[in-house]
């Protein structure tokens, strides 16, 4: 019975270009090349691999720093064999070849490949995921964003608050509530605080449907002595702040999640 040849390949995936080292099972180096990031470039590197190595794509093994995205796509369906690792344990292979910190990406090609020949239990091996799934993890990054994107300018709210007008501050912990940007619009600095009517306040927090305080107490608290600034600051946070709530206003729009229920045929 003839024994099955295997041949090792490692991809330093970039956004312009793709550097390939290539050996054999005893790793000697068979050939490195460079390849441009666009379907010809791609089709390119597969093509090489196969005649470089002169064995078919099921016989090659491929490591690659990333389990997604179009260069693992392209070898997938070519049907390469393709492992992922993760960069912190390639940085660890990375030393077996030289102790320098700066980045070598045909270096980094040649680790991916000798470590994926010698230690393939420490990669992950890649298979296509279906559609539904492919796109379920593109929401899943698409919230995540946002969400983070929605802290950062909540941040940015609490500092200008905090800045010229931190009574309203012990409103509530989450500035990204809907009535506390709401009673912030209708007074948006300590001056207009003290014309702000009870009436209103209690209109707005029965619109919001708000329970745990009253109104009286909201208009006691915002009318409490103010900081003393300088002529203009309040107005520039003023304008920060509309700008960080028109983003965190976009982070909340349930628009997007609408779009990920509707279903996929």
């Known amino acids: ?17 793709h550097d390939v080292w290539l050996t054999d099972a005893s790793g000697k180096r068979l050939g490195k090349r460079t390849f441009e990031h666009s379907g010809e470039g791609l089709a390119q590197m597969c093509d090489w691999l196969v005649a470089t190595s002169g064995g078919g794509p099921e016989d090659i093994h491929v490591a690659i720093e990333v389990p997604h995205g179009a260069v693992v796509e392209t070898l997938l369906d070519r049907g390469f064999n393709v492992y992922a690792i993760n960069p912190k344990q390639l940085d660890r292979f990375r030393d077996r070849f030289t102790a320098a910190g700066a980045k070598d990406d045909s270096r980094d090609a040649e680790t991916l490949s000798s470590s994926l020949r010698t230690d393939r239990r420490a990669f992950h091996k ?19 964003d946002l969400s983070a994107d929605k802290i950062r300018q909540a941040n940015r709210l609490r500092e200008q608050l905090r800045r010229y007008y931190p009574r309203m501050l012990q409103l509530g912990s989450d500035l990204t509530e809907e009535w506390i940007f709401a009673l912030w619009e209708a007074a948006p600095t300590p001056a207009e605080a003290a014309r702000l009517r009870q009436a209103r306040v209690e209109k707005l927090l029965k619109c919001h449907r708000i329970r745990r305080i009253d109104a009286a107490k909201v ?46 045929t």
């Not at 890649?126 to 995540?144: D, F, K, N, T």
């Not at 960080?244 to 996929?264: D, L």
Request: with cysteine.
């Open 126 to 144: 890649v298979a296509l995921a279906s559609p539904a799934i492919i796109q379920l993890r593109e929401w899943s990054r698409m919230a995540g």
């Open 1 to 17: 019975m003839q024994e099955t040849q295997s041949w090792f390949a490692g991809v330093d995936w970039a956004s312009q270009k």
């Open 219 to 264: 208009v006691a608290l915002l009318r409490q002595p103010a900081l003393i600034v300088a002529q203009g600051v309040a107005e520039a946070a003023v304008a920060h702040n509309r700008a960080a709530r028109c983003s965190i206003a976009s982070a909340c729009n349930p628009c997007w999640r609408s779009i990920a229920a509707t279903p996929r």
